[in-house]
């Protein structure tokens, strides 16, 4: 798909060195449906082959970053052209659904984690569940004042979202603090505990990380791609694919637990738990 049909996001180039996609789903506070995923993953290829650019900028319309998964997109895959090697989206049983969300998600999120140059998110507003698996796979994080960080879905009866990283990014405790009562952790609280790099205005959130894309693009691509790689291959030696990878089973133990006691992948109380405590 050529990037002037993309509907759900925006490429743009703001300096020399610097690449920024942006989430154009602002009436969907930027929910996730495949199409924005499968698009998001084209522009990253885009930056990430573009030799003119040294670091890539994730940033969102409106007033939040993302509210996750798109529940009203469905799981259909069939206009997605798959860039792992999963197959069968559509068999019967956990074989098709597990298959879905393996590519859809881990195999995207671990894509993007690994693109060899520097990559920033921009984020604004809130960022729930699914929202933060733009967010964590991205190297470093500059938010506004008012952004907050959530993943809610334990109400829903599975262990968090698809891509679980929470203990690499906000540490043990507070990933089981989050995950337990599904409270938003703030921009400060985030600052605090090393879950983000700056939090600034929200007046001046995009010149703060077009700022510190420009500062890190004056260094050579190899310096920073070496650095960027040395620190992955430490969070590998802990074990971090492994670790998501064990979730991603346990995920699935939950969708299908739901799908055996409410005929749904998610327990449908889950939505009432959540807004009460909106
Ligand atoms: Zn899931």
New binding site residues.
């Given amino acids: 798909m050529a990037d002037d049909t993309w509907e759900h996001i925006r490429y743009e180039q703001p300096s020399e060195r610097v690449a920024r996609i942006v989430l154009a789903r602002a009436q969907t506070a930027n929910a996730q449906d495949y199409q924005m995923l499968s698009e998001l993953n084209q522009a990253f290829d885009r930056a990430a082959r573009d030799e003119s650019v040294r670091v890539i900028i994730l940033a969102a319309d409106g007033n939040h970053f993302s509210s996750g998964h798109d529940l009203r997109a469905g799981t259909d895959m069939s206009d997605i052209d798959p860039i792992g090697t999963w197959c069968c989206f559509d068999s019967e049983g956990a074989e098709g659904y597990m298959a879905t ?1 393996a590519e859809m ?1 881990v195999g995207l999120c671990w894509r993007w984690r690994n693109i060899p140059k520097p990559t920033i998110a921009q984020v604004q507003g809130k960022v729930i569940a699914g929202g933060l698996m733009l967010v964590w796979p991205m190297d470093l994080v500059v938010c506004s004042e008012d952004a907050t960080f959530s993943d809610p879905v334990v109400a829903f009866g ?1 262990n968090g ?2 891509y679980f990283t929470h203990p690499y990014e906000a540490g043990a405790r507070l990933a089981k603090e989050m995950l337990f009562t599904g409270r938003a952790i703030t921009s400060h609280e985030a600052l605090q505990h090393g879950m983000v790099n700056q939090v600034v205005p929200r007046d001046e959130l995009e010149s703060a990380a077009l700022a510190m894309a420009e500062h890190i693009a004056r260094r050579p691509m190899i310096g920073l791609t070496l650095a960027k790689q040395s620190v992955n291959n430490s969070l590998d030696a802990m074990g971090m694919y492994t670790a998501i990878q064990s979730a991603f089973g346990l ?2 133990v939950g ?1 299908n637990h739901n799908l055996r006691l409410f005929d749904s ?1 998610v327990d449908p109380a889950g939505l009432q738990v959540i807004r009460d405590e909106a």
Avoid: N, P, Q, S
Wanted: charged letters at 20%.
């Fill in positions: 969300e998600y599975v979202h698809e995920h699935h969708h992948l």
